[in-house]
């Protein structure tokens, strides 16, 4: 067992979902490269591997079903038998699905949430029993700022990313007593491998009617290797908050994200206050 407890006390033992490609890829990378424990997931440890490019003793490629907590659960434990503990968890694998509600069919709908919320939780619920017997850890929960300012033609991601939002602001509330940390992440727009393809699905019977939509995610869709975000920079960011002693709940990430969602926080505003006499009306 390579415990961190018996190294430098500034590293940390990390479990990272989605990490062969994208946000979570150049975490890991980063954590490597700094000397922390990391724990990687994927649903393929081959491609992993490949991904990292890296062989040290303190890394723990692991292949995991997200929608099954059973491997999830030998994944969290053979982490913690491996490093002796747990100290930053990262939900971070999810992929973006595009289409009105109309287009997307039942099983795509789930499937989203299956993959974009319930892998979330499942993780949440089976590495609890670790940091609140450590009574510490920290939680970092991958969302979007579509979650906070969600855009024409991609109502079931936001609708799922919306999700992550706000259980992972009650999850804050719920553990706070316990020493345990919680992160909302929201970024924008990044130059990853998100818009080509690997990490994003559309409609698999789009509707005529909705052409409109249909054209703004093809426009959208074209924008890949033009987003402006660095995910680079966002996973220093990421790393930057998790070593903070008070972390923020929220964070976004990128300045598109950060224009998008105070445009929208003032909107929600405006709205309110604009009714607020008949919002208030319906009292006793």
Same mark, same amino acid.
């Given at each position: 067992m390579k415990t961190g407890t018996e190294t430098d006390n500034n590293k940390k033992v990390w479990f990272i979902t989605g990490a062969s490609k994208g946000f979570g890829l150049s975490i890991v990378k980063q954590l490597l490269c700094a000397g922390h424990f990391v724990a990687a997931t994927s649903r393929n440890k081959e491609a992993l591997i490949k991904a990292v490019n890296r062989k040290e003793s303190n890394f723990l490629p692991l292949q995991v079903d997200l929608a099954d907590e059973s491997s999830i659960a030998l994944a969290l434990q053979h982490t913690n038998e491996e490093f002796g503990r747990i100290d930053v968890v990262i939900n971070n694998a999810g992929y973006g699905i595009g289409g009105a509600i109309e287009e997307l069919t039942d099983q795509e709908t789930r499937q989203a949430f299956d993959v974009n919320v319930f892998a979330t939780l499942n993780v949440i619920r089976n590495v609890m029993p670790y940091l609140r017997k450590q009574r510490s850890g920290h939680i970092i929960n991958i969302s979007s700022s579509g979650g906070i300012a969600p855009g024409m033609g991609w109502a079931i991601y936001c609708a799922a990313k919306a999700a992550v939002i706000t259980l992972t602001e009650v999850l804050a509330e719920d553990v706070k007593s316990l020493g345990v940390k919680v992160t909302l992440v929201a970024p924008g727009s990044f130059r990853t491998n998100f818009l080509n393809g690997e990490s994003i699905a559309v %409609?698999?019977?789009? !509707?005529?009617?909705?052409? @409109? !939509?249909? @054209? %703004?995610?093809?426009?959208?869709?074209?924008r890949d290797g033009q987003q402006p975000g660095d995910p680079e920079k966002a996973a220093a960011a990421i790393i930057k908050v998790a070593g903070e002693e008070n972390p923020p709940l929220h964070l976004l990430l990128g300045g598109d994200a950060y224009n998008r969602v105070l445009t929208r926080l003032d909107t929600l505003h405006n709205e309110i206050r604009l009714m607020g006499e008949l919002t208030c009306s319906t009292d006793l």
């Open positions: %409609a698999e019977n789009p !509707i005529d009617d909705y052409k @409109e !939509i249909t @054209e %703004a995610r093809r426009l959208y869709l074209k």
